[in-house]
């Protein structure tokens, strides 16, 4: 008996411990979806690499390793919802949705809003 109770006990660390993981704080989700901003400038070629190494270790300064992994697993997840029920072969329709994503207001209220100025 006492030993179901110390297995339940440390299965139920284990998982309220995963389950902590997968949560996130408003700093986390406001950095998962200008994250995810980041990615779909850079999949569709706007950010030279030295850009997105900067945009994108800004967005994730001030976050431990554990934190900065669940940002990145937030917004990749979201890049492939913004991808559902897409032919990933079809790139017009991949480029389309990206662009529509990132001219949004989604990226648009975030300090990395895409912005072309013509002198």
């Given amino acids: 008996m006492r030993n179901m109770v110390i297995a339940a006990a440390l299965a139920g660390t284990f998982f309220s411990q995963q389950a902590a993981s997968l949560s996130l704080a408003p700093e986390e989700f406001l ?47 979201y890049m492939d919802g913004l991808m559902f029920s897409i032919d990933e072969g079809d790139d017009d329709q991949v480029h389309g949705r990206l662009r529509s994503y990132v001219e949004s207001s ?4 975030s300090e990395y809003y895409q912005a072309t100025v013509s002198l």
């Fill in 106 to 109: 989604d990226c648009e209220s």
């Fill in 31 to 77: 950095a998962s979806r200008q994250l995810a901003c980041v990615l779909a400038e850079q999949s569709l070629g706007y950010l030279s690499e030295t850009e997105y190494g900067a945009r994108t270790h800004t967005v994730l300064d001030g976050f431990d390793d554990t934190e900065r992994d669940t940002i990145l697993a937030k917004a990749l997840g």
